[in-house]
């Protein structure tokens, strides 16, 4: 009896396609203001049948950077690309300048470089791996600016501050997230203040390298909330704070049949 109630528990708490893809493309962030496309209403509208599943993203603007662009699409291609049984996925970018050039490299499997010939000055690891450092440097920073607004760090004492010595939180869970991320590690005794290669910093360093980061994590943060604005001026349903994206589920086969 129990082996047939684990059983249908199992059954009964399986995710459904939709469930599944939804939190497939939370995975996915924008990388140049670190946060899931979901959370920014990039998703414009989610379509599955029999085939697979059709996915449309929007951005703020027609001719937001088509590096990371290209690079938000291609992450969802692979995320979506991972759930079992999903089928043909299909990610389509809307209403952006480069949206012919970008599906076609996205449905072709073409790549960074594929995609966009001798326009792709970095190949897309090398382009990711800016958008994490990027990601990376902010959250160090907020790291470092609570320690310090909560009296537990000074400013002569910040560039000694370890890992061990952030409190446990949503900001410490998203700076070790970023430190693995760019493939430091995460050893209590690191040294949460580091350079690009995630070296410790001499005294003379430090508060070069945090105004530094304090400009980086203030970017991201302006940039999201002018993203933001400018999405909810586009679309009619960009300001609405519980609106998701368009769902149309018609398959009737696998899971969604029984």
């Given at each position: 009896m129990?082996?047939?109630a684990?059983?249908?528990r199992r059954?009964t708490?399986?995710?459904?396609v939709?469930?599944a893809v939804l939190?497939?493309?939370?995975?996915?962030?924008?990388p140049?203001l670190?946060e899931?496309?979901?959370d920014?209403k990039f998703?414009?509208?989610v379509?599955?049948d029999d085939?697979?599943?059709?996915?449309h993203?929007?951005l703020?603007?027609?001719?937001?950077?088509?590096n990371?662009?290209?690079?938000?699409?291609s992450d969802?291609?692979?995320?979506l690309?991972?759930i079992?049984d999903i089928g043909?996925?299909r990610?389509?970018l809307?209403?952006h300048h480069?949206?012919?050039?970008?599906?076609?490299?996205?449905?072709?499997?073409?790549?960074?470089?594929?995609t966009?010939?001798g326009?792709?000055?970095?190949?897309?690891d090398?382009?990711r791996?800016?958008f994490?450092?990027?990601?990376?440097?902010a959250?160090m920073e907020?790291?470092l600016?609570?320690l310090?607004?909560s009296?537990?760090a000074?400013?002569?004492?910040i560039?000694?501050?370890l890992?061990?010595?952030?409190?446990s939180?949503r900001?410490?869970?998203?700076?070790?997230?970023r430190?693995?991320?760019?493939?430091?590690?995460?050893c209590?005794?690191?040294r949460?203040?580091?350079?690009?290669?995630?070296?410790?910093?001499?005294?003379?360093?430090?508060?070069?390298?945090?105004?530094f980061?304090r400009?980086v994590?203030?970017?991201m943060?302006?940039n999201?909330h002018?993203?933001?604005?400018?999405l909810a001026?586009?679309?009619a349903?960009?300001d609405?704070?519980?609106?998701?994206?368009?769902?149309?589920n018609?398959?009737?086969?696998?899971q969604?049949?029984?």
């Open positions: 129990t082996l047939l684990d059983q249908d059954v708490t399986r995710p459904s939709e469930e939190a497939a493309l939370d995975t996915v962030i924008d140049e670190d899931p496309i979901t920014l998703v414009r509208s379509d599955i085939a697979g599943v059709s996915v993203l929007r703020p603007t027609s001719f937001c950077s088509p990371f662009a290209y690079l938000m699409a969802a291609l692979d995320a690309e991972d079992d043909q996925v990610v389509y809307d209403d480069d949206s012919d050039k970008i599906n076609a490299g996205l449905a072709a499997h073409a790549g960074y470089r594929g966009f010939g326009e792709a000055e970095k190949g897309l090398q382009l791996m800016t994490l450092r990027k990601a990376h440097t959250a907020r790291c600016s609570a310090v607004a009296g537990a000074t400013p002569t004492t560039g000694r501050v890992l061990r010595d952030v409190p939180g900001q410490k869970t998203a700076l070790m997230r430190r693995v991320a760019i493939g430091l590690g995460v209590p005794n690191s949460v203040l580091v350079d690009e290669e995630g070296k410790a910093l001499c005294a003379e360093q430090v508060p070069m390298r945090l105004r980061a400009s994590r203030i970017s943060e302006g999201a002018f993203c933001r604005g400018l001026t586009r679309y349903d960009g609405d704070p519980v609106a998701g994206p368009r769902i149309t018609t398959r009737i086969t696998g969604e049949k029984s």
